[in-house]
């Protein structure tokens, strides 16, 4: 079955960096495309950016354009998502997301806090 694990979480002050990683099991991970939403307390889950299934055509919103980083290794069914310059409205639990055969599959998530 469909497993995404996120991970890489965790408290880091405005200005600060980190990587997600999210690693996939149960599909053929470099045929799809992926994708890093997430979702803050009250708040609706939105798009943070997507890879195609070899890399060459990211997206990102506006919010976060220029800050963060998709990327994927498909040797090692892992998606990454490099944050930089992290600014406190960047706090949110972090999901990825693949759809298959028409059907979302999410991780549990990773708690991404921006706090000084």
């Known amino acids: 079955q469909v497993q995404l694990v996120e991970s890489g979480g965790g408290l880091v002050q405005p200005g600060g960096s980190l990587r997600l990683s999210c690693a996939a099991s149960g599909f053929t991970f470099s045929t799809y495309v992926m994708t890093w939403y997430r979702q803050a307390p009250g708040k609706e889950r939105e798009l943070v950016a997507g890879?195609?299934?070899?890399?060459?055509?990211?997206t990102y919103a506006d919010s976060v354009k220029g800050r963060f980083t998709i990327s994927r290794d498909n040797a090692k069914n892992t998606l990454y998502l490099q944050m930089n310059s992290l600014k406190f409205e960047d706090t949110a639990v972090y999901y990825c997301?693949?759809?298959?055969?028409?059907?979302?599959?999410w991780g549990q998530g990773t708690q991404v806090t921006v706090s000084s």
């Open positions: 997301n693949v759809v298959r055969v028409g059907v979302p599959y």
């Open positions: 890879i195609t299934s070899v890399g060459g055509i990211t």
